[in-house]
């Protein structure tokens, strides 16, 4: 939590902030992405309250705050520019502390219960094509130890279904071990996931040229200067791919999980399945994929049943 929304708070609010916060971290362990985006969320909303009010706002204040001012905070983020689903985000957020306090018995806020989330556009997963996923891994430079750990990891993100940041956040202790890897997920859910003998193989390969010690508790994918690999190196390494190879804008690192799933799904897996290999909690998430391999059959019934081709 930033020092500075803390100091534009009341002494009371301030203390639950930091006391939520660390909530969400040890008891929740939320992702530090997840953390910094209500963190964020719940600052924004203060923020607005302060400039509102025309005063820092106090825990009495946040009980009183009102469906009117929920929706006038909510037309403000509109007018900012904020999507759909950046305002729904936010709303969860805020609701998340505001329920935290209401549980702690700190405080209760009869309005929040009625504001209703901003309702998102159905959005289907956009996977690549079997061939395009096969093609950006063969493209992968392994000329130098930089490019074989690209090749690692986008390897390793196709052949297994991980998360970027669930890949990133391994440590050379956790390599695959007798055929599987323990992953660590979403609210700390731990899973086993299968390991094919080209992904071992690709990151033998990475670890074999890469420069610098092996120590267990080093991370396992790692930049130039010896510290675990950030994000955007890895989704700049995939744009520079996708521009040679001439891949839709949709070849993200996170696609190559979205096709892990749909290529199993399309090969005959099961639902429940790729449920625990990719680690949702719910199923519905999972169904999601269901959509996508129905579109492609209704495609190629289209394309090759007589009475569609002459209707054509």
């Not at 607005?48 to 009980?63: C, G, I, M, Q, V």
């Not at 719910?282 to 391999?293: F, K, M, N, V």
Request: aromatic share 6%; net charge positive.
């Amino acid at each position: 939590m930033k020092p500075e929304i803390l100091a534009t708070c009341a002494p009371d609010l301030a203390k639950r902030l930091l006391q939520w916060h660390q909530w969400l971290k040890v008891e929740k362990n939320l992702s530090r992405h997840t953390l910094r985006a209500y963190s964020s969320d719940v600052t924004q909303f203060l923020q607005f309250l302060t400039e509102h009010r025309a005063k820092s706002p106090s825990l009495n204040d946040l009980s009183e705050t009102s469906i009117t001012d929920f929706r006038a905070w909510l037309s403000r983020r509109t007018m900012e520019g904020a999507s759909t689903a950046t305002r729904a985000r936010a709303l969860s957020g805020v609701k998340n502390f505001l329920k935290w306090l209401d549980r702690q018995g700190i405080m209760h806020n009869a309005a929040i219960g009625i504001v209703r989330t901003p309702k998102l556009p159905h959005k289907l997963p956009r996977p690549l094509h079997e061939k395009q996923a096969f093609n950006l891994l063969k493209a992968a430079d392994d000329e130098d130890w930089i490019g074989k750990r690209n090749r690692a990891l986008f390897t390793l993100l196709y052949g297994c279904g991980l998360r970027i940041d669930e890949a990133l956040s391994l440590n050379l202790a956790d390599r695959p071990r007798d055929g599987f890897l323990r992953v660590m997920g979403k609210g700390g859910r731990e899973r086993q996931v299968p390991v094919l003998s080209v992904v071992e193989h690709s990151m033998t390969e990475y670890l074999k040229d890469c420069p610098f010690p092996e120590e267990p508790k080093r991370p396992l994918f790692i930049g130039s200067r010896g510290k675990r690999l950030n994000q955007g190196v890895a989704q700049k390494a995939m744009r520079v791919l996708r521009r040679a190879l001439d891949l839709p804008e949709n070849a993200t690192p996170h696609a190559l999980r979205h096709s892990f799933a749909t290529h199993l799904l399309q090969n005959g897996a099961n639902l429940r399945e790729i449920q625990d290999l990719l680690g949702h909690a719910s199923l519905s998430s999972t169904q999601r994929y269901t959509e996508i391999d129905a579109k492609a059959l209704i495609k190629i019934y289209k394309a090759a049943h007589p009475r569609a081709v002459s209707e054509a």
